[in-house]
């Protein structure tokens, strides 16, 4: 988690080892408490994702 580019409100990022930016959150949230909740539920569905047969992804 990190201040948003305009220096107002926080946003959640994820990079792979390599530095290349993966995934993050669409919004800034004004408070780290909610961005954090933000950040879970996004792990959470991920997760969830792992199980997902081609169907949803495509082959």
Known sequence: MQHGSDGG???W????DSGR???G????Y???A???A???R??????ELVYAGPELWGE
């Open 21 to 23: 930016h993966l995934a």
């Open 30 to 32: 004004e408070r780290h």
């Open 34 to 36: 909610t961005c954090r």
């Open 9 to 11: 409100g926080w946003v």
């Open 42 to 47: 996004f792990r959470a569905t991920i997760a």
């Open 38 to 40: 933000s950040y879970d």
């Open 13 to 16: 990022v994820v990079w792979d």
């Open 25 to 28: 959150s669409a919004r800034t």
